[in-house]
């Protein structure tokens, strides 16, 4: 129980997060979801075109700073895993009553990986970054972290904080979460592009994939050395990205591209594999399942709600990846990767009480106060499955089975009519590329329905 604390909320940290949940409050109780599946109405924190979230001026460093859910879980050598997500056998960190929120801080592991020099010090002072404008934890974590061998090559690079016990929660039902804060712990981030990784990477014989010719991989062929044992010698490329007046900033000769802020948790998830050990392969980190976890939907900010069917008793809930900012298809390998602070509800919903959409009892799924959300992935059982596959088509398909599904049987349309509106009027886009198992999501605007 190392990093847990449970802390009251207190007139003003209530007031300034009912502000941003729509009077729900962030320290309200209730026992069961929302009929009507979105709780809380979209803040400056995050989400999708909603404010201009920025730094708050404050580095976010543990225990520093407004930590506004019930319970608060920090992120210790001793409690985080890194690149593995917990298995449905994992000893929760903290146990909490459905309902009731809990403030993670989250890290990036960016600036801590090995092919940065896992010294985030060092790292981040060459951008320019006092050594008090580097989180400690992820200084602790670099250094100390020691439950479980890493390996570079093998280990997923997310740094997952968690996992949390949602009482009441059992296979068969579904989790919902509803992110209710995600404030940037420092003003910076990390864009990183790594050898045979990303949208134009290269064949694992350093050619060129299908559709493109060697001078178009990225990272370059000319500046990746694959057989290199150092991994700070691999050539992998990181962009180091500040936040001035709420946007990314980066620089390239005569040319600035300043960039809106969309911060979000890329990992939400419930625990899904039943893993042999910590480092079992159906536990890496970087492909989702239908457990959620390295979901990237950039939708899912401050006012959206996510659904997990559950498969392990208390849920598990765990979080990670944070994401200051991240354009669809997360084309380069990452996002615009920095820690957050995020404050997630999470409430229990039962099967058969309407609390939740019929889809998310057997698949992810999400929505915000305009947009249902249907999701697609490749590969939903990971390498629980036998292997990783990254056919974009499965995906597709998956998220309009789903979509139809929703309009069919939680709105009563006719299926062959369901399928013409989504050819007519609903937006299906890439989540990711990048992450072995491929995502599509789909956008159905709730006003159509008005």
């Known amino acids: ?88 056998h994992d000893e929760p960190v903290l146990r909490m009553k459905p309902g009731e929120t809990v403030t993670m801080d989250l890290v990036s592991h960016e600036g801590i990986m090995e092919d940065q020099g896992r010294d985030p010090v060092s790292y981040f002072g060459g951008k320019g970054i006092d050594e008090k404008g580097v989180l400690q934890d992820a200084i602790d974590i670099a250094a100390e972290y020691s439950r479980t061998e890493r390996d570079f090559k093998v280990d997923g690079p997310h740094v997952v904080t968690g996992p949390v016990f949602v009482e009441g929660a059992m296979p068969g039902d579904v989790l919902k979460i509803e992110p209710i804060a995600n404030d940037l712990r420092v003003p910076y981030g990390v864009v990183s592009s790594r050898h045979g990784k990303g ?15 060697a001078d178009e991989v990225m990272p370059p062929l000319d500046v990746v050395k694959p057989e290199a044992t150092d991994p700070m010698d691999l050539g992998n490329v990181s962009v180091f990205t500040p936040v001035e007046d709420g946007r990314g900033v980066m620089a390239s000769g005569p040319v600035t591209a300043r960039f809106p802020l969309r911060p979000f948790a890329g990992m939400m ?37 996510f659904f997990l069917p559950v498969r392990a008793e208390g ?69 629980a499955g036998g292997g990783v596959s990254g056919d974009l088509n499965v995906a597709m398909r998956r998220a309009v089975v789903n979509a139809l599904n929703f309009l069919e049987h939680d709105l009563g349309m006719d299926r062959a009519i369901a399928y013409a509106y989504l050819s007519a009027a609903a937006d299906f886009a890439l989540s990711q590329v990048v992450d072995r198992t491929v995502g599509v999501h789909g956008l159905i605007r709730k006003a159509d329905f008005g």
């Not at 409050?25 to 979105?38: K, L, P």
């Not at 989400?47 to 979230?53: E, F, I, K, M």
């Not at 099967?351 to 999400?366: E, I, K, T």
Request: proline share 8%; hydrophobic share 35%; aromatic share 6%.
């Open 269 to 305: 998830g419930v625990a899904f594999s039943d893993g042999a050990s910590p480092t079992d392969p159906r536990l890496n980190s970087v492909p989702p399942t239908l457990g959620g976890g390295n979901i990237d939907i950039h939708h899912l900010g401050t006012g959206s709600a």
């Open 199 to 213: 949208a134009l990477a290269s064949t694992p014989e350093l050619g060129a994939p299908d559709g493109i010719v």
């Open 315 to 383: 849920a598990l809930f765990y979080a990670g990846d944070p994401h200051m900012a991240m354009g669809d298809g997360e084309v380069a390998l990452t996002a615009m990767e920095g820690s957050l602070r995020s404050t997630f509800r999470l409430t229990v919903c039962k099967r058969g009480s309407g609390d939740a959409p019929s889809v998310a009892f057997d698949y992810p799924w999400a929505e915000t106060e305009e947009h249902w959300i249907p999701i697609g992935l490749s590969d939903p059982d990971g390498l």
């Open 1 to 88: 129980m190392a990093g847990v604390l449970e802390r009251g909320l207190g007139r003003r940290n209530f007031l300034k997060a009912a502000m941003a949940t729509s009077a729900l409050g962030v320290g309200a109780t209730v026992a069961s979801c929302s009929g009507d599946h979105v709780g809380a109405t979209p803040a400056a924190g995050g989400g999708s075109g909603n404010g201009a979230p920025g730094f708050g001026g404050t580095v976010l460093q543990p225990d520093v700073g407004d930590i506004p859910g019930k319970h608060y879980v920090k992120s210790t050598p001793d409690s985080i895993l890194w690149g593995y997500v917990p298995s449905v």
